[in-house]
């Protein structure tokens, strides 16, 4: 089969001088790598298309049975139009967009000034911004907060409390970033009198971007697919695919229909997945490079 | 607290040179001009609003009486710790919660690592593969845990695919065990993850030389020992990011939980989170804040020991 010439081309370029051949446990290697992602990750997945396929009677008790007849784009047209699926998608997109490019903006200009300037105040300034990534956020006061402030249940509030949270994310990963590369080309623009925010967005901007690739993928992840913190600050005002999933599916009217959450579940999934699969390499060149710098 | 483990180390030594360091002659651009503090302001007021204040009110409120029933709000000192102590609540589920952090903390790094080491030479199957296992780490983990609710149902999926094997009839509730279903929710949040500390373990083997694994090869060392010996200790910063963050995000978290188990049977999965969830939604802000308060509390005196004793375990090694 195809998997053993690209192994073994990889395996003698590797060694190199020395050898090797290919031992067995490197010709069996892609056969129970295979196995053990179809078992561990497929079994899990075809559930969820074949039981989205499948009628209301057949899905009543999920199994791994394929469906009789196909209904996938009939069960995935009655959640769109039924779980209001896209003003829910709009309310994803509105809290989200916003969000992560205000968090990816305003974290980078902070990573480059404590990362430029090492003063002791720089330095608990970091330590206090990069503390988010430990601690917990404060779900239940932040509502009060909010209310305080006029923002309660609305978008803004909603957009504030991502950047709050996630900023300590991004502020460490670029702040990272930013000490690996050299300060010659900001120096060579501010000699040639560019005041700090041209160096930044015209200099230093794109030089982050992996980092910011990374940042973006992180925090678009967990910010797409929340649905906690969501539940306590937008809950029952403004609908995301996640909460609308969770509001139906918790109620009466998903109860035991198998089939329409996992449709749900796909229509949920696909952006994410259609992101990933185009900007695939790059996504997970970003990630490693990003983690352990 | 913080700036102890994590900031020191890369920060002092560079402590001159912000002021760039200009031949001889050049007159000294001032910090403040190319690198103005203002820049930080963005940041640090959505910080201070929306992480740091909400916080604070953690303190105030957690000694009040603040209910969705009644809108004056009084302060009644411990009484809200009191009353969840006694009732054995306060301690169950801070019990709950440490456990499930560690059995994910142990399951995630044993899967991820084993994935990086399983696939990590270059051939395009194990590229494939590993998108594959990225998977889950892009799905929503509300989603994850209505798949597994389904699949672990009794006489569900899992259930017929164990009665083919072993040909007898298995009808095991894997969520419905007060003593173990939390391993098998704690295996479920592994299994959502794996996928992205096999991604940063796989990253952490390609920061290893090529030239010391040649070398131990043509020294006549077997597979097994190179690992244990070279390739184990260069991967400690990629275990500590990882135990780190699976112990953070397992502590932090609700949607698995939530949507497999939601807490049962019997409230022996209900970890903080959960709690806060539901007494929130019963109007109980005063206890729901108290928990809060107590998560808060948890991860500062879990968190801070653990990145030291990994850091230390990183600078031994």
């Known amino acids: 089969m195809t998997p053993h010439s690209p192994a073994r081309r990889h395996a003698s370029s590797m060694t190199g001088s020395v050898a090797r051949g290919t031992s067995f446990p490197t010709r069996l290697q892609p056969f129970a790598a295979t196995a053990l992602a179809l078992v561990t990750i497929g079994i899990p997945l075809w559930l969820v298309v074949a039981t989205a396929g499948k009628s209301r009677g057949e899905a009543l008790i999920p199994d791994l049975t394929p469906p009789t007849h196909w209904h996938l784009l009939e069960n995935l047209g009655e959640v769109w139009s039924e779980g209001e699926v896209p003003a829910a998608f709009f309310g994803s997109l509105l809290v989200v967009v916003p969000a992560v490019i205000g968090v990816l903006i305003f974290g980078s200009m902070a990573s480059w000034i404590l990362a430029r300037r090492a003063t002791r105040l720089n330095a608990v300034l970091y330590a206090l911004a990069i503390s988010g990534i430990i601690l917990p956020p404060a779900v239940v006061t932040v509502v009060l907060l909010l209310r305080q402030l006029g923002l309660a249940g609305s978008a803004v509030g909603m957009i504030g409390v991502y950047m709050g949270i996630y900023m300590s994310t991004v502020i460490f990963f670029v702040t990272g970033f930013v000490r690996t590369i050299p300060t010659s080309l900001e120096e060579a623009a501010q000699i040639d009198g560019a005041g700090p925010v041209r160096v930044f967005f015209h200099v230093v901007l794109p030089l982050l971007r992996p980092v910011l690739a990374t940042a973006t993928i992180l925090v678009c992840l967990y910010v797409w697919n929340d649905v906690f913190y969501a539940f306590f600050v937008v809950g029952g005002r403004l609908d995301t695919l996640p909460l609308n999933l969770f509001r139906v599916a918790g109620a009466g009217l998903y109860l035991n229909n198998w089939h329409l959450i996992f449709a749900y579940v796909i229509l949920m999934s696909l952006p994410l997945v259609v992101v990933f699969a185009v900007a695939q390499r790059k996504i997970i060149s970003g990630i490693t490079s990003g983690a352990v710098k | ?317």
């Open chain 2, 1 to 317: 607290m913080l700036t102890a483990t994590d900031t020191p180390v890369p920060d002092r030594p560079l402590a001159p040179p912000p002021a760039p360091r200009g031949p001889a002659g050049r007159t000294r651009r001032r910090p403040d001009r190319t690198h103005p503090m203002w820049f930080m302001a963005p940041a640090f007021a959505i910080l201070l609003v929306f992480f740091f204040l909400p916080t604070a009110f953690n303190f105030v409120y957690a000694f009040t009486d603040w209910s969705g029933f009644k809108s004056a709000i009084r302060p009644v000192g411990f009484d809200n710790f009191a009353d969840l102590a006694s009732s054995g609540t306060l301690f169950s589920a801070l019990r709950i919660t440490v456990v499930y952090a560690v059995l994910v903390a142990v399951f995630q790094n044993l899967f991820g690592l084993g994935l990086a080491l399983l696939l990590e030479r270059d051939t395009w199957v194990n590229r494939t593969l590993r998108v594959f296992f990225l998977i889950p780490v892009l799905m929503s983990a509300l989603a994850v845990g209505y798949i597994f609710q389904a699949l672990l149902k009794p006489e569900g999926s899992l259930d017929q695919l164990l009665s083919q094997i072993f040909r007898q009839h298995i009808d095991y509730a894997w969520l419905g065990d007060t003593r173990w279903t939390i391993v098998v929710v704690a295996l479920v949040h592994a299994w959502k993850w794996m996928g992205l500390s096999m991604l940063i373990y796989l990253a952490g083997l390609k920061t290893i030389p090529e030239e010391i694994m040649e070398a131990s090869r043509i020294d006549g060392a077997s597979r097994w020992h190179a690992f244990r010996r070279l390739r184990f200790p260069l991967l400690a910063p990629a275990i500590t990011f990882n135990v780190a963050t699976a112990l953070l995000g397992s502590m932090n978290g609700f949607d698995i939980v939530q949507a497999t188990t939601g807490g049962g049977p019997a409230r022996t999965t209900e970890i903080l989170n959960i709690f806060i969830y539901r007494t929130f939604g019963q109007g109980l802000f005063a206890q729901a804040t108290t928990m809060s308060l107590v998560l808060f509390l948890l991860v500062s005196l879990m968190a801070f020991p653990v990145i030291r004793i990994l850091r230390k375990r990183e600078e031994i090694l």
